[in-house]
């Protein structure tokens, strides 16, 4: 489907719960692909691109997120607007997404107000081997893996407490990993009209992959933003 005119309102439509689990990818390129502009996604933004990275806020059960990325672009805590709460309510969601941040070191800086203003307490998805004594106080911690987090046993974490509808917003390396693990099942890209040329990486980081099929799912246009719906077949 192609729809050059939508509102806020028709993003649920576009973007739904899916029925089973989903673990549904959001990125921003440039036309070129590049992943950032200045080593920030924000040169790359433009117009809709803020109301479907709400929506998908809204909809999920947790917010997935690697430690570079929270970093780079000094991610606040997981706040939903007034509208967004009230939405979750009516459909018998918790009010906030659960906000989950990847990190294999723990070297995380717990004075960001992803920590210090997080409406609800985070989850720190990390290793066995990691030391969680300092990052327990800040966030609840789930050890998977044994000297790598173990992605997968991550996934089962949420899924066993019920938070089915996953949403990660990166960054690249987090991305090539679960796209390593077979993980994804779904990538809105935004594609935002600017050259970057050379330098910034792609959306995805790490060990080639195997290539895996996708389906367009929806393009939506606002001006001369294009974004994206994939998802594997059979989801
Ligand atoms: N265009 C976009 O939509 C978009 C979206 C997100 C980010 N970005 C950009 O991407 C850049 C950050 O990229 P990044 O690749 O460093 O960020 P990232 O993928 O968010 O974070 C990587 C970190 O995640 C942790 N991690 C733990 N287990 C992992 C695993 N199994 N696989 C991969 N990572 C694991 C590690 O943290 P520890 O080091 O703590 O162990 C690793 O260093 C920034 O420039 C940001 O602006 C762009």
């Known amino acids: 489907m192609i729809c050059q005119e939508w509102s806020a309102a028709d993003l649920v439509l576009h973007y739904p719960r899916n029925p089973s689990p989903t673990l549904r990818v959001n990125f921003i390129a440039s036309v070129d692909g590049a992943v950032s502009v200045d080593g920030l996604s924000g040169g790359l933004h433009g117009p809709g691109d803020k109301e479907i990275f ?119 390396s987090l991305l090539g990993s679960m796209i390593e693990k077979d993980l994804v099942t779904e990538l809105c890209l935004t594609v935002s009209p600017l050259l970057v040329g050379g330098g910034p990486g792609r959306i995805a980081a790490g060990a080639p992959g195997i290539a895996r099929k996708m389906s367009l799912r929806h393009i939506l246009t606002l001006q001369d933003m294009l974004f994206l719906r994939y998802a594997r077949q059979g989801n």
């Open 54 to 172: 709400d929506s998908l806020r809204m909809v999920c059960d947790a917010l997935i997120v690697g430690s570079g990325t929270i970093k780079a672009e000094n991610y606040d805590g997981l706040r939903l607007t007034p509208e967004a709460r009230a939405w979750r309510r009516q459909r018998d969601l918790p009010e906030f997404p659960l906000m989950v941040i990847v990190s294999r070191s723990l070297n995380l800086d717990y004075q960001q107000l992803i920590f210090t203003d997080a409406p609800i307490r985070p989850i720190i998805l990390t290793h066995a081997g990691a030391d969680t004594r300092e990052a327990a106080k800040h966030a609840e911690v789930i050890a998977v893996g044994d000297g790598e987090v173990d992605l997968a046993a991550g996934v089962a974490a949420l899924h066993a407490r019920g938070a089915t509808q996953l949403l990660c917003e990166g960054g690249p």
